[in-house]
Nanobody
Framework: QVQLVESGGGLVQAGGSLRLSCVAS????????MGWFRQAPGKEREFVAA???????YHGDSVKGRFTVSRDNAKNTVYLQMNSLKPEDTAVYYC??????????????????WGQGTQVTVST
């Protein structure tokens, strides 16, 4: 069982920045693919970014150049640095763990464990 706890969400003005953190339990964190997803009201959960055990990263088209995913295996933590935020980035952000990577990092169905989510609100 893996527990994930996100933090760092909040209210920010357009153009501002936030950094989300997600701390994972378990001694094999370094082997997990970690993902960030978001869900706005009335919309499907959307892929934001992912980072594999070897630190290869992927970012969704809507956030490329603005968001950066990273990890610190010594702290069992994955981060999402969000810059140049836009009102359309408003959503609940979730981190997720894929404990046995088989590809399709962008698919929420591939992830085994999820955090509770943290709200990000971007005002105009």
């Amino acid at each position: 069982q893996v527990q994930l706890v996100e933090s760092g969400g909040g209210l920010v003005q357009a153009g501002g920045s936030l950094r989300l953190s997600c701390v994972a339990s378990g001694r094999t964190f370094s082997t997990y693919t970690m993902g960030w997803f978001r869900q706005a009201p009335g919309k499907e959960r959307e892929f934001v970014a992912a980072i594999r055990s070897g630190s290869t990263t992927y970012h969704g088209d809507s956030v490329k150049g603005r968001f950066t995913v990273s990890r610190d295996n010594a702290k069992n933590t994955v981060y999402l640095q969000m810059n140049s935020l836009k009102p359309e980035d408003t959503a609940v952000y979730y981190c997720a763990a894929d404990t046995f990577y088989t590809g399709h990092y962008y698919s929420k169905d591939k992830y085994d464990y999820w955090g509770q989510g943290t709200q990000v609100t971007v005002s105009t």
